[in-house]
């Protein structure tokens, strides 16, 4: 890891460890931090080297993951929650039927 990468792989770490908290716009704001600091490598005169950037990539995708396994369990839970909902007013119903 090149010094000149290893603020994004700080910030990968930060954002990857402020997810589980919810905190959503705090998220996004990290997300965000780190994509100007990623635009903002076209404007350094010191060029990384490809497996430097490979690293960081792989990071990347490796946060993006967590991201999507994370927006899974919330999809999840909201469905079983919905689930739930409809299977009470299922039972009220059947009860005032009786």
Same mark, same amino acid.
């Given at each position: 890891?090149?010094?000149?990468?290893?603020?994004?792989?700080? /910030?990968? $770490?930060?954002?990857?460890?402020?997810?589980? /908290? %919810?905190?959503?716009? %705090? /998220? $996004? +704001?990290?997300?965000? $931090?780190? !994509? #100007?600091?990623?635009?903002?490598?076209?404007?350094?005169?010191?060029?990384?080297?490809?497996?430097?950037? +490979?690293?960081?990539?792989?990071? #990347? #995708? +490796? =946060?993006? %993951?967590?991201? =999507? #396994? !994370?927006?899974? $369990?919330?999809?999840?839970? !909201?469905?079983? %929650?919905? +689930?739930?909902?409809?299977?009470?007013?299922?039972?009220?119903?059947?009860?005032? !039927?009786?």
């Amino acid at each position: 890891m090149t010094a000149l990468l290893q603020p994004l792989h700080a /910030s990968l $770490e930060t954002l990857e460890a402020h997810l589980p /908290s %919810g905190d959503h716009e %705090g /998220s $996004e +704001r990290l997300m965000a $931090e780190h !994509l #100007q600091a990623v635009a903002a490598l076209t404007l350094s005169v010191e060029r990384p080297t490809d497996d430097a950037i +490979r690293t960081l990539l792989a990071h #990347q #995708q +490796r =946060v993006m %993951g967590r991201m =999507v #396994q !994370l927006r899974d $369990e919330a999809a999840a839970h !909201l469905n079983h %929650g919905k +689930r739930s909902l409809r299977a009470a007013h299922a039972y009220l119903k059947a009860e005032s !039927l009786a």
